[in-house]
């Protein structure tokens, strides 16, 4: 794995402490028992391990953990956090990572999934909650993946997986609240 300019200054001391800010955990906790990537459902897909993840975080490697395909797939299960001897809440570094590799304009490489992850989030802040059928069909016309599993879709609809229309909520204000609270908490960005 490459480590960028980061590695040849020696890591970017204030990315850690920008991580802690952001996710309210501090990653200098982590000891690196491996408790976090031997129940993570996702490692298996990652190209770095979530206690890899962290690792880089306390060196300063901004760049390899920004650019990294890890923080984009974490399903913020919360397993992790589950197992973990020292409850570092690595669900919310992984949160503060996505929004600062955003912010930092990388997301290219790992664009299909940066896009499910933004219209997945987009469907809870217009409709209370996600309307499965609806985010696979927006996905697939974003990706341009038109045909890509279209066999299984009858499948799964029948199954009862993907409705045809989506669920009411009772409140959907209250959800958009929340996401304007969020946005005025991260300075106004949306």
């Known amino acids: 794995m490459k ?49 890899r993840v962290m690792r880089l975080v306390q060196l300063g490697q901004r760049d390899a953990v ?8 974490c399903a913020s299960c919360e397993t992790c956090m589950a197992r973990c001897p020292q409850e ?12 600062m590799a955003r912010e930092a304009g990388l997301t290219s490489a790992q664009r299909e999934v940066a896009l499910f992850n933004q ?35 009858p499948t799964m609809m029948l199954k009862g997986k993907l409705p045809l229309r989506g669920h009411k909520p009772s409140d959907p204000g209250q959800v958009r609240r929340i996401f304007e609270r969020v946005a005025e908490m991260e300075g106004g960005k949306e």
């Open 66 to 73: 920004l650019g990294s395909r890890a923080i984009w797939l």
């Open 119 to 153: 219209g997945f989030l987009d469907g809870v802040k217009s409709r209370g909650r996600v309307h499965e059928t609806m985010l696979v069909m927006l996905h697939k016309l974003k990706t341009l993946h038109l045909l890509q599993d279209v066999g299984k879709g």
């Open 88 to 99: 570092v809440d690595l669900a919310a570094v992984m949160d503060a990572l996505r929004i």
């Open 3 to 51: 480590l960028g300019t980061d590695a040849a200054r020696g890591g970017d001391r204030a990315f850690a402490s920008e991580v802690r800010r952001r996710a309210g955990e501090d990653p200098a906790e982590c000891y690196q028992c491996g408790k976090c990537t031997a129940g993570c459902p996702m490692a298996f897909a990652m190209d770095m391990d979530p206690a």
